[in-house]
């Protein structure tokens, strides 16, 4: 998989969109987005439409003039599923001719109203003006509280996109161009705009999909300056003002990533204990503690091994899974053994490695929900449920020990962001394979005759939050499942059986006396054809399988149900 | 030059067929619109690294006033 991209001009942007539009789009998924600003935003889209090709994905654009995009979201009954705002504070000061107020609570409102319709708001943040460049400048003041105001009238929900380290990368004689701004309205140079276009692709392929789940990372030289079994606890660099300060920042990007739910391994051809006695005698040397990782392989065997358990610990592609390890003889042996991990070629100078792993775009969070950031914490109760499970002494009392209770409400406006993640991401136990975005969801569940409904999980470990969205399409005595899907976490404990049994119930009540589903069999839904063949469902042709309401069978579970609304 | 100046004329308004000859109207193209001006204007900036003023740039009809601005340049 190729994972850093070469940053191009506006006008190879522009060729390279135009081929990529006029190329059959190879299974590509079409995202649909309006575009504007208050300063003409259609310089960016080259960049965006280029961006998201390379990421695998289509975008129909509408682009607005600038100035009519607020008018339009305040509106409008269309629901794209990004809207992309670009704020500007040289257009918003006339070119840096007027400073005044400008709308901003506007602007806030229309981004509260179209997030409330299921569509992803992105808001390109005010830039450094030039005359800036005169350090006391007024327009140094306007500028940030413009931008101040911006980032505090706007609800969290909204994508930020900042941008003052391109205007940094490009020079101010590469980002003003106020000619452009005369003939085009533009806000700066076209091949800024291209950076900024890029930059919000990344945000739109990362709030679809993010592309990595967990890391795997190498100690020696890595984390660590030095080799622990040459160098001794003491002869590591970990001194921040020194030589250490390249792998102290290793660490602190890892830790943010964890924070963020991202879970850590280490993977390191060392022996445990040499390991251990690091970890103990440079502790408050260290920014990491050893409990921020999920597993911790010490081995001399090869590390392909542990990559490829850690991926079937956690239940994840091997596509989702990074590696990051400073030899290039590691990393090809990895690469040799698992083609589909994702194996950043590690700069060899450490203190590039941050920045570069930081360009690929792959680690972005662009918005981060509670449920993602506690997403590390549950993998640790998964895996205290798993200790149970190795040592307990027959399954049925083990699951009925978890005392789990399986939360059922329907589908609206407050899990609505949630359900499109796991929609989104889920690929093992996905039975259409089907991929909508928020609009689409949201129009399938307003219908009240369809069965719409999220799942939540607790027990007695805690709470896996929302794991599960079904949507049933009624069209009178038949119900058709448009879209199921449930977190691998959770596979495998009878929730879906639970989950089964709430639509049986659901339909029986309702007269529906037949469930029919689409099931395209995957490299990875294999789990899917047991479980169906299990509830009784036969092939009915043309792809489709189906079951009689009152045939369906229902394992016993040991799950009790809550429904709320 | 007018090898240079017709390759960016055939990107940006997409049509292989254009060849371009002094006499050429650019407003007349297929393709034309304010838009692919601009996106013009830039192509022939990157193609010659140089500047078009505004003035310029919106005064543009034919080919030969985009010869007309390369030599003011000195890039004819």
């Not at chain 1, 390191?268 to 204990?273: A, G, I, V």
Request: proline share 5%; glycine share 8%; charged share 25%.
């Amino acid at each position: 998989m190729t994972i850093s991209f070469p940053h191009v001009s506006y006008m190879d942007a522009l060729r390279g969109a135009r081929a990529a539009e006029r190329t059959p789009d190879a299974g590509k998924k079409t995202v649909s987005a309006a575009i504007g600003g208050n300063c003409n935003a259609d310089f960016c889209l080259p960049g965006l439409k280029l961006g998201l090709d390379r990421r695998g994905y289509r975008i129909a654009a509408t682009a607005h003039p600038p100035g009519a995009f607020v008018p339009w979201a305040m509106g409008t009954e269309e629901r794209p599923d990004f809207a992309i705002y670009w704020l500007s504070s040289f257009a918003g000061s006339m070119a840096e001719t007027q400073r005044p107020d400008l709308d901003i609570g506007s602007l806030a409102a229309a981004a509260r109203r179209l997030i409330a319709m299921g569509t992803r708001v992105i808001v390109v943040m005010p830039e450094v003006l030039r005359a800036e460049a005169l350090p006391w400048s007024p327009f140094g003041a306007w500028r940030r509280a413009l931008s101040l105001e911006a980032e505090q009238a706007l609800t969290p929900e909204a994508i930020r996109i900042h941008v003052e380290d391109i205007q940094i990368a490009v020079g101010p004689g590469g980002w003003h161009s106020p000619r452009y701004w005369a003939s085009a309205r533009a806000a700066c140079h076209p091949d800024g705009a291209t950076r900024i276009g890029e930059r919000i692709a990344v945000a739109i392929a990362q709030t679809i999909k993010p592309a990595i789940k967990a890391v795997c990372v190498d100690l020696d030289n890595t984390l660590w300056g030095g080799v622990a079994g040459d160098d001794g606890p003491q002869g590591l660099s970990l001194d921040p003002f020194g030589e250490g300060h390249a792998f102290a920042g290793m660490q602190r990007f890892l830790l943010d990533l964890r924070g963020n739910g991202i879970p850590l391994a280490i993977v390191s051809k060392n022996d445990r204990s040499t390991v251990d006695q690091i970890f103990a005698e440079r502790a408050p040397d260290l920014l990491v503690k050893q409990s921020d990782f999920f597993e911790i392989y010490c081995s001399w065997a090869n590390k392909h091994l542990a990559l490829a358990d850690f991926a079937e610990t956690l239940n994840i592609g091997l596509d989702t899974l990074a590696f990051i390890d400073d030899s290039p003889h590691e990393r090809a042996e990895a690469r040799s053994a698992l083609p589909s991990l994702v194996i950043p070629e590690l700069p060899e100078d450490p203190d590039a490695r941050v920045a570069f792993l930081a360009s690929t775009g792959l680690f972005d969070m662009p918005a981060v929900s509670k449920d993602d950031a506690a997403r590390a914490a549950r993998y640790e109760q998964d895996k205290a449920r798993r200790t149970g499970l190795k040592t307990g002494s027959d399954l049925g009392s083990y699951l009925a020990s978890l005392a789990m209770v399986l939360g059922a409400k329907p589908l609206n406006g407050q899990n609505l962001a949630r359900a499109v993640a796991l929609i989104q991401k889920t690929n093992q136990f996905n039975v259409t394979g089907r991929r909508h975005l928020g609009p689409a969801v949201e129009a399938l569940a307003e219908d009240a005759e369809n069965y719409a409904r999220v799942f939540s999980l607790k027990d007695q470990f805690g709470g896996s939050g929302e794991i599960s969205v079904l949507i049933g399409k009624r069209a009178g005595a038949v119900l058709e499942i448009d879209n199921w899907v449930l977190s691998c976490r959770v596979f495998g404990r009878g929730v879906e059986d639970a989950i089964f049994g709430d639509l049986v119930s659901w339909c029986q009540a309702r007269g529906i006396a037949r469930i029919v589903t689409e099931f395209l069999r995957t490299e990875r839904n294999g789990l899917l054809v047991d479980k169906l063949a299990g509830w009784g469902f036969s092939a009915s042709g043309g792809g489709a399988m189906s079951v009689e309401t009152s045939a369906a069978v229902v394992p016993k579970h040991y799950l009790g149900i809550e429904t709320g609304s | 030059m007018l090898k240079q100046i017709e390759a960016v004329l055939r990107d940006v308004f997409e049509d292989q067929d254009i060849v371009a000859v002094p006499e050429l109207n650019i407003r007349s193209l297929k393709n034309w619109d304010s838009f692919n001006h601009v996106n013009m204007m830039i192509g022939f900036e990157q193609a010659f690294g140089i500047e078009i003023p505004v003035k310029d740039a919106e005064a543009v009809m034919t080919v030969s006033d985009v010869e007309a601005i390369l030599k003011k340049q000195g890039k004819a």
